[in-house]
């Protein structure tokens, strides 16, 4: 059976438009890009499940006033732990995952790193296992979008 050239020219290039979006849409997985405007993430990369850093952090957030200063802030927890990503608690994809790593350059086998998001997707603040969350959340209440509540 012969198709006419135009049904077959505008059955590839809509074939080829679908392919295109689907492609942008695996490529982009970045969570983050969920959190814009609405919450402010704090990413936290660890090489291994007994680093320092993840320790000071997960102690801290079953802290009742740590986590209600987390939620008073409308903040979020991501990490990525042995290269495994979760945004609290719940594990990210691996797609997700590598996206988070790649959009803020960071390596899952170290160093240890602490990254505090604003709600505009920027990096405001960055630190290693000797992160203060008490500076943490001082920093939180500079921003225009908290002081203007």
Do not use: C
């Not at 704090?42 to 007994?50: L, N």
Request: aromatic share 6%; hydrophobic share 50%; proline share 6%.
């Amino acid at each position: 059976m012969k198709f006419p050239f135009f049904v077959l020219k505008l059955s590839v290039t809509v074939g080829l438009g679908v392919a295109a979006l689907l492609a942008a849409a695996a490529v982009d997985r970045n969570p983050l890009k969920a959190e814009h405007w609405k919450t402010r993430p704090v990413v936290v990369v660890v090489p291994d499940k007994d680093d320092p850093l993840l320790a000071r952090i997960n102690t801290a957030i079953e802290e009742t006033a740590t986590r209600e200063a987390f939620i008073d802030r409308e903040m979020v927890l991501y990490t990525v732990v042995e290269g495994q990503g979760t945004r609290d608690k719940r594990a990210l994809a691996p797609d997700q995952t590598k996206a988070l790593l790649k959009v803020l350059k960071l390596d899952p086998a170290g160093p240890a790193t602490f990254l505090l998001i604003g709600k505009d997707g920027g990096v405001k603040m960055v630190a290693g296992a000797d992160v203060d969350l008490k500076a943490v959340f001082a920093e939180v209440d500079r921003m225009p979008m908290r002081s203007a509540r």
